[in-house]
């Protein structure tokens, strides 16, 4: 008896997702990629031998490093990258992990980096770092069919003392900017509270040369209404009367307050001007 296999029991259907690519191989050698949908092979003669996401991918990792200035770090980035359509072979036949090896080009990238920087320059640059990692994985792993979206470094971690060490640092900037501007507002205060106070000084000068010269020319008007009215007197007896007035003003005014004290003094304590006068006048008991 001959025996007879028809084509159907020779076929077999696979499918393949949209936003994949699948990868069809023929005796185990690559035969050619399978777009999205169902696909009939010709089992066992042809299989699928798996599929590959055209996806955007994301890859976290963290790593330790340290600085130039002796801080270590924790670095943490995130990687975004897809497969290039045109590209799939490469993508599917020479790297095995393709996450293992972005990886360690990410560690080494970073490592590099980092050791010729301080903390505060690293923190700084890290739009610096990340243009240098995304250029640097684009280079090498397009060769293997992958192409880099972005790389970001997502956060910079000193340690836990380096931390506290660096608050310690900006709050003490803080206090010290807060006191420099208290002192420049107080400084402020008192610069105008002097002008202000020069400018009260002058003004009141201004006030009170005004109310002598208001003084005089009253004396010098009662001077002269007092000597052309009463006949027989000189403008030293006029003077005399005035002053006579004003001494018995201040003390009425004096007795008025009751917490007053005053010490009355001799007018001239001058011991030079009474020996002129005391000689002066022997001279003249002389003369006559």
């Not at 109310?211 to 003077?239: C, P």
């Amino acid at each position: 008896n001959t025996s007879k296999t028809s084509m159907s029991d020779c076929c077999c259907f696979v499918t393949v997702s949209t936003a994949e690519v699948g990868i069809i191989e023929r005796f185990g050698k690559f035969s050619r990629t399978a777009e999205p949908g169902c696909l009939c092979l010709c089992c066992p003669i042809e299989y699928l031998a798996g599929k590959i996401s055209l996806r955007v991918q994301e890859l976290n990792c963290s790593l330790e490093t340290k600085t130039r200035d002796n801080v270590f770090v924790e670095v943490r980035v995130s990687i975004q990258y897809m497969t290039i359509k045109d590209k799939v072979y490469s993508a599917f036949y020479i790297l095995e992990n393709p996450t293992a090896t972005i990886r360690s080009y990410i560690y080494d990238t970073i490592r590099a980096s980092l050791c010729h920087m301080d903390l505060d320059h690293a923190f700084e640059s890290k739009e610096e770092i990340s243009s240098a990692l995304k250029a640097h994985l684009q280079e090498v792993m397009i060769t293997y069919g992958i192409t880099i979206l972005n790389a970001l470094i997502t956060d910079l971690i000193p340690a836990a003392k380096v931390r506290d060490a660096m608050n310690e640092i900006n709050a003490s900037k803080r206090l010290k900017e807060a006191a420099y501007q208290k002192a420049e507002g107080e400084k402020t205060i008192k610069v105008k509270a002097a002008e202000a106070q020069a400018e009260s000084m002058y003004l009141s000068g201004v006030g009170v040369a005004r109310q002598r010269k208001a003084i005089m020319d009253g004396l010098r008007d009662s001077i002269v209404e007092f000597h052309s009215q009463v006949n027989g007197t000189t403008t030293k007896d006029v003077m005399d009367l005035l002053v006579l007035n004003q001494y018995f003003d201040t003390i009425q005014e004096m007795g008025h307050n009751n917490k007053t004290k005053c010490v009355f003094l001799p007018s001239d304590q001058n011991p030079t001007r009474d020996g002129i006068l005391q000689a002066d006048a022997s001279t003249g008991v002389k003369d006559t």
